[in-house]
């Protein structure tokens, strides 16, 4: 069973000098995440309402990974999963999600999805437009296999539940993430904006992983990540004032049924924003590892037709955005509750009232806007 999907090794610096990459972040918090998913919006949005350039987005892609040495005419094996790569791609319910089989290819992985992750994590690189519209095109060509795949299977829409990570980092990277529940709510979420993480339903996995990677001066880090979904009655609501809108739930997809290994039971994390809860000791016979607690919402905008609303845009992604930190803020305080972590307890508390008077507000204005149109 390989891995280097499912676990992140500490040293970022070997890896960056391997990559051609000179910054790469372990993970973006609080506000840096803002910045940097408003820096890669630019060129998701530059995607989608250009599709017609699809050839042309396609051939800067291949540059890029020519560039960083993909080949598929030299590299053994390599050649159907290039047809597979370059083959065109629409957003209509088709069953074919090949890239996605790729993604859990260990030799594939390393030579294409790897480098996209790179690209994400590296500082710089939305300074390079190439760069970063290539990484976000290739996001973009599995985002129209999981929507499709979510779509023609019904039973892998709106996954929930925990999943699991782990990794093997120095203690004083180790404190950075502790340091983390110091900070005020807002500064506690961590992502790497459209970047690709495996994730597995079993813990023990990921267990093994941090157990087979040990070594003096490592500490294990497990994340659980609760994946929770908006509730019906906030999605009834959204829909009602913006019909043309699609909501997807591709943030976290199981995939267990199309890897090449299926029994690491793999859910794909897509541009995953987790607020962190708490890091806690877990009791490991075989190595010193830290439990961290997160939570993310599945239910996400991400679709073609986002890039085609207009001047509703900037309503609809603020009144989701409320729904989104609604739904998190709820779960963090039962969890908080439930820990007995009172000081978070009433911060929570504090952040769904202001929360839920930013969506009253909205809603007032949305409701009078729709009344006004008929």
């Not at 497990?222 to 739930?249: A, G, H, M, R």
């Amino acid at each position: 069973m390989d891995g280097s999907r499912f676990f992140d090794e500490d040293g970022m610096r070997e890896l960056s000098k391997s990559a051609n990459f000179n910054n790469l972040k372990g993970f973006y918090s609080g506000d840096l995440v803002t910045n940097r998913m408003n820096a890669i919006r630019e060129s998701i949005n530059y995607i989608r309402r250009n599709w017609e350039k699809y050839p042309d987005f396609m051939n800067i892609m291949e540059g890029m990974l020519c560039g960083f040495g993909f080949d598929s005419a030299t590299d053994s094996g390599c050649a159907l999963s290039a047809a597979s790569l370059f083959k065109e791609r629409d957003w209509e319910h088709v069953e074919d999600y090949s890239l996605i089989v790729l993604y859990t290819d260990t030799k594939f992985y390393s030579k294409v999805f790897k480098i996209c992750s790179n690209i994400f994590r590296d500082d710089e690189s939305v300074e390079s437009r190439n760069l970063i519209q290539s990484a976000v095109f290739l996001v973009e060509l599995l985002n129209i296999e999981l929507h499709n795949y979510c779509i023609n299977n019904p039973n892998k829409k709106n996954y929930t539940g925990n999943v699991y990570r782990g990794m093997s980092i120095s203690n004083t990277d180790v404190e950075k993430v502790k340091e983390l529940l110091d900070l005020p709510l807002n500064n506690r979420y961590i992502s790497i904006p459209l970047s690709l993480t495996s994730s597995s339903k079993d813990k023990e996995i990921s267990l093994d992983f941090i157990r087979k990677n040990s070594a003096v001066g490592k500490v294990g880090l497990l994340y659980q990540i609760k994946v929770l979904n908006l509730e019906d009655c906030y999605l009834n609501l959204y829909w009602k004032y913006f019909p043309k809108s699609v909501v997807s739930t591709i943030c976290a997809v199981d995939i267990s049924e199309l890897s090449v290994v299926p029994k690491e039971q793999e859910v794909l994390l897509r541009g995953a924003f987790m607020q962190i809860l708490n890091v806690r000791p877990y009791d490991d016979v075989e190595c010193e590892v830290w439990l961290v607690d997160a939570v993310m919402i599945n239910s996400s905008r991400d679709h073609i037709v986002t890039a085609h609303l207009g001047d509703q845009d900037a309503d609809a992604r603020a009144f989701f955005g409320t729904m989104v930190g609604l739904t998190r803020a709820k779960y963090c305080k039962e969890y908080c509750e439930k820990h007995e972590l009172h000081e978070d307890v009433q911060k929570y508390s504090e952040l769904i009232q202001e929360l839920t008077s930013k969506f009253d507000k909205l809603n007032e204005k949305l409701s009078n806007s729709n009344n006004q149109a008929y």
